[in-house]
C-alpha cells in the first residue's frame, strides 16, 4: 500500500487551495446570501483547467485520475461548498459522454466545458421519482430520426444556466425488465419545447444553481442518443460509481473546513482567563473531528483509487465512502458551530455556511439509506 501523495499531487492541491482562498472566500458568503451564480469565478476556475479536470486530454482536459480529482474537490469544498460545487459541476453528466458517447458528442460537448464556455447538468430525477430511478416517467419517443421528448425533472444542478443536459428517459416501456426500458439522450438548452424554472431558498449550497426542467415536445437529434438505446440505467450506475466518490469527496472538504475553523477558533477565544482550546471538553471534540476526517479520507482516497484500477469492489466502496463521509461531515460542521459557541451561530464565520453545506452529501447522488442499501446489496449478491 503506497499512502503518499506524489509531489504532483500535492502541487495540485496546494495550487487549488491558493486558488480557493484567493479567488472564493472573499466572495463566498455573497453569493451564498444571494443565492447566484459566479459565473466569474467559474470562469477563472476554468482557466485552470478545474472545470474539465478529469475528462481525457484529448478534448482539453488534463486528465487527472479519480484521485487527483478528489483532492481539487477537497480543497474546494474545504473553502466552499456552494462555489466549489459549482466549478466541480460544470461538467455534471459528462462521464456518460465520457464513457459512452460516440467521437462527434466528445469533440462537441466536452471542449466548450473545459474551455469554461458552456456548463452541464445531468438530468435523472423527478417530481415522483427520486431514490426510485426505475419510475423516471420522462419519455422519449421516435419520430423519424428525431427524439421527442415529454416530462419534467426536478432538483438538476445547472439546470437554470447550463447549456445541454444528459437526461434520463424512458424510451422503451415495454421491455422486459424494470431496469432496460431507459436511455440517456443530450438535450441542449436552446431547443424549442425546453424551460428551466430556478428553485430557490436552499438550506445550503446556494451559490449552485438548482432548477426543475420541464419538456414539451422536445425534438432533438436520433444522433444525441448516449450509448445505447436501452442501456441508459445500467450506464448510469457506472456514472454513480464515480460521482459517489466525488460527493464523498465534497463531504471531506467540508469536514476539513469545519475542522480548520474550529481549531482556529480554539486558539484564539478566551474564557476563564485561558484559550478554550486549553479545555480538555474541547481537546477531544477536536481529536475527534480530525480522527474522524481522516477515516472519511482514507475510504474515500481508496474509493477514488478504486474508479481508476476497479477490482471489482468499487459500488460497495463509492457508497461507503459517501455514506460514511457525509455523516462525518454533518457531525464534526455541527461540532465545529459548538466550538464557536454563539459566534457559530450568525454567519459572519465560515461554520455556520459549512454546517449547512453539509446536510446535502447526505441526500444527494442517492440518499444514506439508499447507500446503506447498496452497500447490504452488494454484500449479499457478491460477498464483498
Ligand atoms: C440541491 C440538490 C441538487 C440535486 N442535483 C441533482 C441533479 O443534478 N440531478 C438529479 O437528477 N438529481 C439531483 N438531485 C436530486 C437528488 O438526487 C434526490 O433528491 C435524491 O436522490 C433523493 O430523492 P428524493 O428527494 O425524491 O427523496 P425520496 O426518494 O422521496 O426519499 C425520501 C426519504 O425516503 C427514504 N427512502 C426512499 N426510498 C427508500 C428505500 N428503498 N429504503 C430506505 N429509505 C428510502 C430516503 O432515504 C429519504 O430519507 C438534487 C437534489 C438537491 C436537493
Given at each position: 500500500?503506497?499512502y503518499n501523495l506524489?509531489?504532483?499531487q500535492?502541487?495540485i492541491?496546494d495550487?487549488?487551495?491558493r486558488?480557493?482562498?484567493n479567488?472564493?472566500?472573499?466572495?463566498?458568503?455573497?453569493?451564498d446570501?444571494?443565492?447566484?451564480?459566479p459565473?466569474?469565478?467559474v470562469q477563472?476556475?476554468?482557466?485552470?483547467?478545474l472545470t474539465?479536470?478529469?475528462?481525457?486530454?484529448e478534448?482539453?482536459g488534463v486528465?487527472?485520475?479519480s484521485?487527483e480529482?478528489?483532492?481539487?474537490t477537497e480543497?474546494l469544498?474545504?473553502?466552499?461548498p456552494?462555489i466549489?460545487l459549482?466549478?466541480?459541476s460544470?461538467g455534471?453528466?459528462?462521464?456518460a459522454?465520457?464513457?459512452?458517447?460516440?467521437d462527434?458528442?466528445?469533440e462537441?460537448?466536452?471542449p466548450?466545458i473545459?474551455d469554461?464556455?458552456?456548463v452541464?447538468?445531468?438530468?435523472?430525477s423527478?417530481?415522483?421519482?427520486?431514490?426510485?430511478?426505475?419510475?423516471?416517467?420522462?419519455?422519449?419517443?421516435?419520430d423519424?430520426?428525431?427524439?421527442?421528448?415529454n416530462?419534467?425533472?426536478?432538483?438538476?444542478?445547472?439546470?437554470?444556466?447550463?447549456?445541454?443536459?444528459?437526461v434520463?428517459?424512458?424510451t422503451d416501456?415495454?421491455?422486459?425488465d424494470?431496469y432496460?426500458?431507459?436511455?440517456q439522450i443530450?438535450v441542449?438548452?436552446?431547443?424549442d419545447?425546453?424551460?428551466a424554472?430556478?428553485i430557490t431558498?436552499k438550506?445550503?449550497?446556494?451559490?449552485s444553481?438548482t432548477a426543475?426542467l420541464?419538456?414539451?415536445?422536445?425534438?432533438?437529434?436520433?444522433?444525441?442518443l448516449?450509448?445505447t438505446?436501452?442501456?441508459?440505467f445500467l450506464?448510469?450506475?457506472q456514472?454513480?460509481?464515480?460521482?459517489?466518490?466525488?460527493?464523498?469527496?465534497?463531504?471531506?472538504g467540508?469536514?476539513k473546513?469545519?475542522?480548520?475553523q474550529?481549531?482556529?477558533y480554539a486558539?484564539?477565544?478566551e474564557?476563564?482567563g485561558?484559550?478554550i482550546?486549553?479545555f480538555?471538553?474541547?481537546q477531544?471534540?477536536?481529536?475527534e473531528m480530525?480522527?474522524?476526517?481522516?477515516?472519511a479520507r482514507?475510504?474515500?482516497?481508496k474509493?477514488?483509487?478504486?474508479v481508476?484500477n476497479?477490482e471489482?469492489q468499487?459500488?460497495?466502496?463509492?457508497?461507503m465512502a459517501?455514506?460514511f463521509?457525509?455523516?462525518?461531515?454533518?457531525?464534526?460542521?455541527?461540532e465545529?458551530?459548538?466550538i464557536?459557541?454563539?459566534?457559530?451561530f450568525?454567519?459572519d464565520?465560515?461554520v455556520?455556511?459549512?454546517?449547512?453545506?453539509?446536510?446535502?452529501t447526505q441526500i444527494?447522488?442517492?440518499?444514506s439509506?439508499?447507500?446503506?442499501n447498496?452497500?447490504?446489496r452488494?454484500?449479499?449478491?457478491k460477498g464483498?
Open positions: 500500500m503506497e506524489t509531489d504532483e500535492r502541487a492541491r495550487e487549488v487551495r486558488f480557493a482562498e479567488e472564493i472566500a472573499p466572495v463566498a458568503s455573497e453569493y446570501e444571494s443565492e447566484t451564480y459565473y466569474e469565478i477563472k476556475a476554468a482557466e485552470m483547467g474539465g479536470a478529469h475528462f481525457p486530454v478534448y482539453g486528465g487527472y485520475t484521485l480529482n478528489a483532492l481539487v480543497e469544498f474545504a473553502v466552499d456552494g466549489g459549482c466549478i466541480t460544470a455534471f453528466g459528462a462521464e459522454i465520457i464513457n459512452f458517447g460516440t462527434e458528442q466528445k462537441r460537448f466536452l466548450p473545459v469554461g464556455e458552456s452541464m447538468g445531468a438530468a435523472i423527478e417530481p415522483q421519482a427520486g431514490s426510485d430511478v426505475t419510475s423516471v416517467r420522462t419519455s422519449a419517443e421516435k423519424g430520426d428525431e427524439w421527442v421528448i416530462g419534467n425533472k426536478m432538483w438538476i444542478t445547472n439546470g437554470s444556466v447550463g447549456d445541454y443536459f444528459v434520463l428517459c424512458q416501456p415495454d421491455a422486459d424494470r432496460s426500458g431507459f436511455s443530450i441542449e438548452a436552446d431547443r419545447g425546453f424551460s424554472e430556478k431558498g438550506m445550503g449550497i446556494r451559490a444553481d426543475e420541464i419538456f414539451d415536445d422536445v425534438r432533438v437529434p436520433e444522433s444525441n448516449v450509448g438505446r436501452g442501456m441508459g450506464q448510469l450506475m456514472f454513480f460509481d464515480e460521482t459517489r466518490t466525488s460527493v464523498a469527496a465534497q463531504a471531506v467540508i469536514a473546513g469545519a475542522c480548520e474550529a481549531l482556529e486558539e484564539e477565544r474564557q476563564f485561558r484559550s482550546g486549553e480538555q471538553a474541547i477531544h471534540k477536536l481529536a480530525h480522527t474522524a476526517t481522516e477515516a482514507q475510504l474515500t482516497y474509493s477514488a483509487w478504486s481508476d476497479d471489482g468499487l459500488t460497495a466502496l463509492a457508497s459517501k455514506e463521509a457525509s455523516d462525518v461531515a454533518t457531525d464534526v460542521t455541527d465545529a458551530v459548538q464557536h459557541g454563539g459566534a457559530g450568525v454567519n464565520h465560515d455556520e455556511r459549512l454546517y449547512r453545506d453539509a446536510k446535502i444527494y447522488e442517492g440518499t439509506e439508499i447507500q446503506k447498496v452497500i447490504a452488494e454484500l449479499l449478491d464483498i
